[in-house]
């Protein structure tokens, strides 16, 4: 199983970025999708989640400016952060997790400078 990350880069304070993460391979089924995050010198955090056919779950640092969303039949979720601000620069990992276990991305970089 590899998950696959996308969107990441340098955008200006109060920008948006879409990231995507894909997943391969052998995966029976897919119950949880979600972000964490790590900034240098940090511990990763949790970002987003996304059961499937559930409610969205965010962290409380991000309510109302970063929203999870998922498309089952691309094995596919999404992460669109607006309002971004310079504490949000990080690299950004994708997991999920289902009958196999959990599983996790590579990460990309997000970077929020003037």
């Known amino acids: 199983v590899q998950l696959q990350a996308f969107g990441g880069g340098l955008v200006q304070p109060g920008g948006s970025l879409r990231l995507s993460c894909v997943v391969s391979?052998?995966?029976?089924?897919?119950?949880?999708m979600g972000w964490y995050r790590q900034a240098p010198g940090e511990q990763r955090e949790f970002v987003a989640s996304?059961?499937?056919?559930?409610?969205?779950n965010s962290a409380d640092s991000v309510k109302g400016r970063f929203t999870i969303s998922r498309d089952n039949a691309k094995n596919t979720v999404y992460l669109q952060m607006n309002s971004l601000e310079p504490e949000d620069t990080a690299v950004y990992y994708c997991?999920?997790?289902?009958?196999?276990?959990?599983?996790w991305g590579q990460g990309t970089q997000v970077t929020v400078s003037s």
């Open positions: 997991y999920c997790s289902g009958s196999n276990g959990l599983y």
């Open positions: 391979g052998s995966i029976a089924t897919i119950n949880m």
């Open positions: 996304m059961m499937r056919g559930g409610t969205p």
